[in-house]
């Protein structure tokens, strides 16, 4: 069974500071991997996604993921967060299984303007 | 283009009541998804329709979950009878079935639903 675990459930930055969040998952197949993020009121919307190719991901607003295969690992980065950012981040993968998706559970994230 | 809708976007029921949760997907979406995120813990798959099929079920947690997607478009989630540990948000998600490995799920705003 395929699982995720996201290391931190809170993280308090100022404005501009750098961020990285950690993602490590559990399974022994091919992964596609995905950052959500859900901003306070609305739907889950996709960051950013990774298949196969290039381990280093871009996505919406700035934010990057970068996939390392011998550590099981997909963090989420950006360099200079913005208030803007105040959201709750979730890490998620998809095995071979299936279309279901297994997500962490969460890491929310607040900017201090 | 609408997005994934959901009905309600929340419900407080006493324990021992039926509940019905409404999810309109994406039209054309042939792939519905249910999803379940209890109080504190990680976003849990429940099932996924393909068109008015069941393709796997296999998150259900136990038979008083009842889903129906009559007509391969909008679905239904009923919980008879409901128990405290039901509450949480409960979220939908479409995909198009576009013969890829993996095909984009969207999501909806989510159900809270509270048992008290």
Redesign the interface.
């Known amino acids: 069974a395929q699982s995720?675990s996201q290391h931190n459930h809170h993280v308090i930055l100022s404005e501009a500071a750098s961020l990285e969040l950690g993602c490590n998952y559990s399974y022994g197949g091919t992964v596609?991997l995905f950052w959500?993020v859900q901003y306070p009121g609305?739907?889950?919307?996709?960051l950013l996604?990774y298949?196969s190719g290039d381990p280093l991901v871009k996505g919406i607003k700035g934010f990057e993921a970068e996939f390392i295969k011998s550590k099981f690992s997909f963090n989420l980065r950006k360099p200079s967060v913005q208030w803007s950012d105040t959201a709750e981040y979730?890490c998620a993968v998809?095995g071979d299984a299936?279309?279901?998706?297994?997500?962490?559970?969460?890491t929310r994230l607040m900017v201090k303007p | 283009e609408a997005?994934?809708t959901q009905f309600p976007s929340h419900s407080v029921i006493e324990k021992g009541q039926t509940v019905t949760l409404r999810c309109d997907p994406i039209s054309g979406h042939d792939?519905l998804?249910w999803?379940r995120r209890v109080m504190g813990?990680?976003?849990?798959?429940l099932l996924?329709f393909v068109k008015e099929s069941k393709?796997?079920e296999s998150?259900m947690p136990n038979n008083r979950f009842l889903a129906e997607r009559t007509g391969g478009t909008y679905s239904t989630l009923k919980v008879q009878p409901a128990e405290l540990e039901d509450s949480g948000v409960y979220?939908c998600?479409s995909?198009q079935d576009l013969g890829a490995?993996?095909?984009?799920?969207?999501?909806?705003?989510?159900t809270r639903l509270t048992v008290l």
Do not use: C, R, W
Request: charged share 10%; proline share 2%.
């Open positions: 995720v596609n959500y609305q739907h889950l919307q996709l996604k298949f979730f998809n299936g279309n279901m998706l297994t997500f962490g559970g969460g | 997005g994934v792939n998804y999803y813990k990680e976003i849990k798959f996924h393709q796997d998150g979220f998600a995909s490995v993996y095909n984009e799920q969207f999501f909806g705003p989510g």
